[in-house]
């Protein structure tokens, strides 16, 4: 088993409750799955929209990420899976593609020292 | 944990409620701002935590918060409620003020006044109901115009010139006095006789729907009732017809979506505890001395619950039922039902007759069920081709597919 980190973009949640409550269900559902058959290595944590950004040698400071919408990350966690196809697949449940999100799939590197 | 059914759109409507109070009526679009970011907030977290023990409460503390952050930022540049302005200025007095105004018995008035507020005089009956949907009941404007089948552009513009009345006016509803409460109270019924109707006979095919506007307006009317000025009889008679009429709503379509008429439905179908509650508020509405068009509905109602079938049924008493409610409230529609009692009790000549005889009947030209009570009580008498004749006049008539294959049932019946 490898570790895999997935990057959730996107904040295009519905706009009525009711169609808000379901999404959440189904991102419960997909995330209690994931959690059921042992592939929740770290449930990560939810990220603020908003933030710095520093840059370069000048250590300027900016304001927010302040990408489009669909491009900020607002969460992260760690999954394990067999390989990146594996890891690939299980992503292809999560909810947040249903409405116009992604998930970044990128493997953990390995440490052998 | 799973949430209970419909929590964000029940949850939506004490936040707008509680934040509108708070920011005042004319920061309505803040409020519903806020209460956005509190939900958004919600799912980031919940999605990869899990949903709370109890999340109405994570919910109401996150917008909470959210209003503290927004009265800290924007009280140099913003006035929030007039009546509160002082309490919110200083930081000392800020803090214990909004956590008062978050008490369960805040809350509660919070969403009273609201919904006196949103019957505001000045804007039209449908216009209020489709108000109250949206920001008590958490509709958006496609559901709304999914469960009154008008298009979402028709609804939003109603809604967005019902917010603009609304935020401007001056205040909420003051429902602290007895005088202005007792008199914009039967707006307040109205209106959610109305939402109730638009569940029970409106337009949308959707039983889903239908059967969701009902009780919404059901759960707006118990809150009415626990309000002292609000538990009049009359309140007690609109909340009595609710609960009789819901309760035969499970016999209303079957399984098919289809419509079944109240003389062929099911009757061990009908919810026994929705009859009895209704009964025991039809009884706590006989005080007083105004007799209102929603106590001689519910006694209608409950005529036909109480009758084991419908044969059994006391088709004279409902008769003159409805002639009181001719009087009362005259329209043809009322008209329309009794001619129908008056064929169950009298025989299909009389019945006819009465139909024929509708002073304003060409208002219900439009109205399916006008032809086909006709075709009904022609084929009873057994005229069929008159009868498929009606039957086709009303199934052209048809609203949506499930009456259109209630009435083209009937044609075929004509065979």
């Given amino acids: ?113 | 944990m799973e949430p209970s059914d419909h929590l964000f759109r029940r949850e939506w409507g004490r936040m707008v409620a509680a934040l509108t109070r708070i920011f005042g009526v004319h920061n309505l679009a803040l409020a519903e701002d806020v209460v956005q970011e509190a939900f958004c907030r919600a799912i980031e977290v919940w999605r990869f935590r899990g949903i709370p023990e109890n999340p109405a409460a994570w919910l109401m503390a996150t917008a909470k918060h959210c209003a503290l952050d927004v009265l800290r930022r924007e009280r140099t540049a913003r006035t929030f409620a007039p009546e509160l302005g002082r309490w919110l200025q200083s930081e000392g007095t800020l803090a214990p003020v909004v956590e008062e105004l978050f008490g369960p018995n805040a809350l509660k008035d919070d969403l009273l006044r609201m919904m006196f507020s949103c019957c505001h005089p000045r804007l039209p009956e449908e216009v209020q109901v489709a108000l109250v949907l949206h920001i008590l009941c958490g509709f958006s404007v496609d559901e709304i115009a999914s469960a009154f089948v008008s298009s979402h552009a028709a609804i939003e513009k109603r809604i967005t010139r019902a917010k603009k009345v609304l935020a401007g006016s001056k205040r909420l509803f003051d429902i602290t006095a007895p005088a202005d409460f007792s008199g914009r109270l039967s707006a307040v019924q109205q209106a959610l006789y109305l939402l109730f109707n638009e569940g029970y006979h409106g337009s949308s095919a959707e039983a889903a729907v239908r059967s969701e506007l009902c009780h919404e307006a059901m759960r707006l009317v118990a809150l009415l009732l626990e309000h002292p000025l609000g538990a009049t009889p009359t309140t007690y008679a609109l909340a009595a017809l609710m609960c009789l009429h819901a309760a035969r709503l499970p016999a209303r379509v079957d399984a098919s979506g289809s419509l079944n008429a109240l003389v062929d439905q099911d009757r061990s179908l009908w919810d026994q505890e929705l009859v009895d509650e209704g009964l025991k508020l039809l009884e706590l509405s006989a005080t007083g001395s105004e007799l209102t068009a929603y106590h001689v509905e519910a006694a209608i109602a409950s005529m036909h619950a109480t009758a084991p079938r419908t044969e059994g049924t006391d088709w004279g008493k409902i008769v003159a039922l409805y002639d009181t409610l001719l009087t009362i409230r005259p329209s043809p529609i009322v008209a329309l039902n009794r001619a129908i009692a008056i064929a169950q009790y009298e025989g299909p000549e009389r019945g006819l007759a009465e139909l024929h005889a509708i002073d304003d009947r060409e208002r219900l030209s439009a109205y399916p069920f006008y032809a086909a009570a006709l075709g009904e009580l022609e084929l009873r008498r057994g005229r069929h081709a008159t009868a498929r004749q009606h039957f086709r006049t009303a199934h052209a008539l048809a609203r949506n597919p499930m009456e259109r294959r209630f009435l083209a049932q009937r044609v075929s019946a004509c065979d």
């Fill in chain 1, 1 to 113: 088993m490898s570790a895999f980190t997935y990057l959730f973009r996107g904040r295009q949640i519905p706009t009525s409750p009711e169609q808000r409550q379901k999404h959440l269900e189904k991102w419960v559902v997909w995330f209690q799955e994931l959690g059921a058959q042992g592939h929740v290595k770290d449930p990560g944590h939810p990220l603020e929209s908003t933030g710095k950004v520093v840059n370069g040698n000048q250590k300027i400071v900016k304001d927010g990420p302040y990408a489009e919408a669909k491009d900020i990350v607002g969460g992260y966690i760690v999954v394990e899976a067999n390989d990146l196809a594996h890891a690939v697949e299980l992503a292809k449940g999560c909810p947040i593609l249903e409405v116009g999100g992604s998930v970044e799939v990128r493997p953990v590197q390995k440490l052998e020292m």
